[in-house]
């Protein structure tokens, strides 16, 4: 019996209800194990054969308890996520935040498993950040900066934070970019030595660094044909857009918006907004240069699939070769951090 039949046959676990519209975010099953109220409600999505868009049904509406019985019959099912709808994550942030602090404070619970869940909190944050219109986000920043003390204490808990973070690689799209470029800071400023608070602020720029995307029509970010030169040139406003949001928010540091603002500048100048040079770029913006590159390429995008970690490392070693773009110094320590990496073995 197919998977979809088999979950048409658990009709028991859903409530008919219309196609909700809007845009749909996930989360994991385990969320909402417990005896808490979900203040959201809560979707399945299945994908009918010949159909040509995933189905969303109501399996448990907002302000009930999620069922002990329905996550077993989930779990049988394989099914490990469920969806919310978007514009219901102002209700699931401070819920999954809760959730979140339960396990951080669980002597029981593994180091792997917060992480897991933190991975989840924070993207969760971005997803909702995101979305949000240009004259509410700087607000929201305070909440990203609390993250990033969790998600430290994480990594500096963990043995191979480079195998942490590339275990925890599970979603794509702009707000999984941010959060695996903020994983990879925390552990690579972690291996290079440096303080807590500058290790933290790395971590939150990285978290935050493609926040000027958020002005660029999501049409011309998926577009898999050449862009225009005016589409080209709205791209690449986008650090200056970011730098512009984080402006106001007092948790962000001078060395962050300069890192926002220079992190597409290459060391041989060939980058932008400004064409800078090596000794002309911030370090940190050096570095997320790096971070950014590396995850771009093991990820998934429209057009292409995600490489493999070692052959992304090769492919950044050959851009230094070839190019210059990246700082020669940061590039060989970022591979010996990764290169260090249990996973990288595999
Ligand atoms: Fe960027
Ligand atoms: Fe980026």
């Known amino acids: 019996m197919s998977r979809i039949k088999e979950i048409l046959r658990t009709k028991s676990i859903l409530i008919p209800g219309r196609q909700p519209g809007g845009g749909f975010q996930s989360l994991p099953l385990g969320l909402l194990a417990g005896e808490t109220a979900v203040p959201f409600?809560?979707?399945?999505?299945?994908?009918?054969?010949?159909?040509?868009?995933?189905?969303?049904?109501?399996?448990?509406?907002?302000?009930?308890?999620?069922p002990r019985r329905w996550q077993a019959r989930m779990q049988e099912?394989?099914?490990s996520r469920v969806y919310i709808r978007r514009e219901e994550s102002p209700q699931a942030l401070p819920f999954?935040?809760?959730?979140f602090n339960e396990m951080l404070a669980a002597k029981a619970r593994g180091n792997r498993e917060k992480a897991r869940w933190g991975y989840e909190a924070a993207l969760l944050w971005l997803q909702h950040l995101f979305a949000l219109e240009?004259?509410?986000?700087?607000?929201?920043?305070?909440?990203?900066?609390?993250?990033?003390?969790?998600?430290?204490?994480?990594?500096?808990?963990?043995k191979d934070p480079g195998g942490l973070v590339l275990d925890l690689w599970r979603q794509e799209g702009l707000p999984a970019h941010g959060l695996h470029s903020c994983l990879l800071g925390l552990g690579?400023?972690?291996y290079l030595g440096w303080q807590e608070k500058d290790v933290k602020a790395l971590g939150f720029t990285a978290l935050v660094h493609d926040v000027g995307l958020t002005e660029v029509p999501r049409a011309i970010l998926e577009k898999p044909n050449p862009l225009t030169r005016i589409e080209k040139g709205l791209i690449q406003n986008h650090p200056r857009a970011g730098f512009t949001i984080l402006w106001n928010s007092p948790v962000c540091r001078w060395q962050s918006l300069l890192t926002v603002m220079q992190h597409?500048?290459?060391?041989?100048?060939?980058?932008?907004p400004e064409r800078l040079k090596l000794r002309q770029i911030h370090p940190w913006a050096r570095i997320l240069r790096i971070l950014d590159s590396f995850e771009a390429m093991v990820s998934?995008?429209?057009?292409?699939?995600?490489?493999?970690?070692?052959?992304?490392?090769?492919?950044?070693?050959?851009?230094?070769?070839?190019?210059?773009?990246?700082?020669?110094?940061?590039?060989?320590?970022?591979?010996k951090f990764l290169a260090g990496s249990r996973i990288l073995g595999k």
Request: aromatic share 14%; with cysteine; hydrophobic share 30%.
């Open 96 to 99: 999954v935040q809760q959730k």
């Open 134 to 158: 240009r004259d509410h986000l700087s607000e929201e920043l305070e909440i990203g900066f609390n993250l990033i003390e969790n998600l430290y204490e994480i990594i500096m808990e963990e």
């Open 188 to 190: 690579f400023a972690r």
């Open 41 to 66: 409600t809560v979707y399945l999505k299945i994908r009918p054969r010949g159909h040509p868009r995933p189905l969303y049904l109501q399996c448990c509406p907002k302000g009930e308890v999620f």
């Open 300 to 335: 998934t995008r429209h057009w292409r699939a995600a490489r493999p970690p070692k052959e992304a490392l090769w492919s950044l070693r050959r851009g230094w070769e070839k190019y210059r773009i990246y700082d020669p110094d940061y590039l060989s320590h970022f591979i």
């Open 77 to 79: 099912l394989k099914i």
């Open 264 to 272: 597409h500048e290459n060391c041989d100048g060939s980058g932008y």
